[in-house]
């Protein structure tokens, strides 16, 4: 099987793009009439219950990364970078108590950088601005690169055009839904990718036994089953702490915390994490059979989408195409919407629009929607193939931001300079340790060199903090403005 | 040292079994939730 060329006819390619694009943003005005407000808007009316608060955060979560990276790291780090991979939902189990405490210190809340503001004062919101849209663009930079390299490599729809309608459809109904739309088709892509990779793996498993699997592995690959494979090992604390800390720093997270019921955030972030856990495992598995199946992997990033065309032929491709469409809107609609919050709630109201009208802030939260897919699309229209590394820069970055998170909202008196510090100091350690050792162990230092600031900190400079403060409303004063 | 087919296995076969029954329940947790009118 020739895996360069493209999987699916491209008349077919381009039949599915367009009805997949016509139903989603259907579906965003559809759920779109039912946010009358600001808040409907921005958090869906607070009122999120259980199956779509869950299904939320699984189908966030599935990027394309979970579908497409998984069987690559499968077939280059073995059983273990399967297993490393399926690390990320430690995050999402996490988060679960989190997300209640959340909720409960600030039940008018919108954003995590308005914590951050409310918690540490000013200086530390800058710091968190910073690092909080630098990985949120440059992870909505990946998703739309990817979406053009994908569609290109499963279609043979031009990069251009695929990039450009994947992100016009999530920016559409975005824009017409606000995070209704965004939760609602968010239900619809969890349950598609969850069904696609199922029935992939179990065709697999018809054509060839797990035994031979096995055997093949052992045979012509036998360090992929290497229990002790030292660079699989150390992916899975990076990927553990990259997944961490982006799920307790970004907005994409809070502002579902801030958006489920009272009492569904701990339990839909735990059923999440359970649900997500096995997506990578079964990808991945995808990976490890493609030797057994006798296929010849010239481009290990298409491993996935190449063993579901040689076990179903047509419609392996098209339920490819589809689950890898559903996996990249899952995410561009969240970080569309989580970051139009960010700067909408942190920037515009808080430095041109504090008397806005609820009208007023909806007509800015559409512009900015529309700003911040316009510079993605600018970014991605050259396709640099490099930028798309840029984002795991951002893996120590977040990771720097995990302790004071934890800190800020468990611990009473953590001390606001040792959270800045934190975050600096967390931040250049990861990213020397980047350059001068490598990926995999960046975002373990700028985690580790930001715990030990927090806790000495907090130890010996304890500072007093009335939690009280931070349900005072978008306009309330920060914890230096009151000292 | 190699994982061992047991382990490989049940990974394998546990994560499709678990992905198959979240297949399932998400669906009859909307409709749970749609009958209690507890949704949004």
């Known amino acids: ?483 | 040292m190699n994982f061992s087919l047991g382990f490989f296995t049940v990974a394998v076969f546990g994560a499709i079994a678990l992905a198959l029954i979240a297949a399932v329940f998400l669906p009859v947790l909307f409709v749970r939730d749609a009958r209690k009118k507890r949704l949004w």
């Open chain 1, 1 to 483: 099987m020739n895996e360069a060329s493209a999987l699916l006819d491209p008349t077919i390619g381009w039949i599915l793009l367009a009805a997949l694009s016509v139903i989603w943003v259907g579906l965003g005005v559809y759920w779109g009439r039912k946010a009358s407000n600001l808040e409907g808007f921005m958090l869906a009316g607070r009122n999120v219950g259980l199956a779509l608060g869950t299904a939320t955060a699984v189908a966030t979560w599935i990027t394309s990364n979970t579908t497409m990276l998984a069987p690559q790291f499968a077939l280059q780090l073995g059983v273990w970078g399967m297993l490393a991979y399926c690390t990320a939902s430690f995050g999402l189990f996490l988060f679960a108590p989190m997300a209640e405490r959340i909720r409960a210190l600030m039940p008018n809340g919108y954003t995590s950088a308005e914590f951050v503001r409310l918690r540490y004062g000013n200086f530390a919101w800058g710091i968190f601005l910073v690092i909080s849209l630098f990985y949120g663009i440059t992870w909505m930079i990946s998703m739309g690169m990817a979406g053009g390299i994908l569609m290109e490599a499963l279609a043979g729809i031009p990069y251009v055009y695929g990039m450009t309608t994947i992100l016009l459809v999530c920016v559409l109904y975005t824009l017409f839904g606000g995070l209704f739309a965004v939760i609602g088709t968010d239900f619809i892509q969890s349950w598609i990718i969850l069904v696609g990779v199922c029935v992939v793996a179990i065709a697999v498993l018809s054509t060839v036994s797990i035994d031979e699997i096995y055997a093949n592995l052992e045979r012509n690959r036998p360090a992929l089953l290497d229990v002790l494979f030292p660079a699989a090992i150390m992916a899975i604390f990076n990927n553990m702490l990259f997944g961490l800390g982006e799920i307790f720093h970004s907005n994409v997270w809070w502002s579902r915390a801030f958006a489920m019921r009272e009492g569904v955030g701990r339990k839909a972030y735990g059923l999440a994490g359970l649900i997500w856990l096995p997506i990578p495992i079964v990808a991945g598995f995808l990976g490890l059979a493609a030797p057994a199946l006798g296929i010849n992997i010239a481009r290990p990033d298409m491993v996935g989408p190449v063993v579901a065309g040689t076990v179903l032929g047509t419609f392996g491709a098209v339920l490819v195409f589809v689950v890898v469409f559903a996996s990249l809107a899952s995410s561009i609609d969240s970080l569309l919407a989580a970051m139009s919050d960010l700067v909408l709630n942190d920037f515009v109201k808080q430095m041109f629009a504090r008397d806005a009208s609820d009208e007023q802030l909806r007509r800015w939260g559409m512009a900015v929607i529309i700003g911040i897919g316009l510079i993605t699309w600018l970014i991605c229209v050259p396709r640099v193939g490099t930028l798309a590394s840029v984002l795991f820069f951002a893996g120590p970055l977040v990771g720097s931001a995990i302790w004071p998170i934890i800190a800020g909202l468990y611990w009473q008196h953590a001390n606001r300079h040792g959270a800045v510090a934190a975050m600096l100091l967390g931040s250049a350690g990861g990213l020397i340790t980047y350059f001068t050792v490598g990926w995999y162990a960046a975002s373990l230092i700028g985690t580790a060199v930001s715990m030990v600031v927090v806790v000495v900190t907090t130890r010996f400079a304890p500072q007093s903090f009335d939690w009280a403060r931070l349900d005072a409303g978008p306009h309330a004063t920060t914890s230096e403005e009151v000292a």
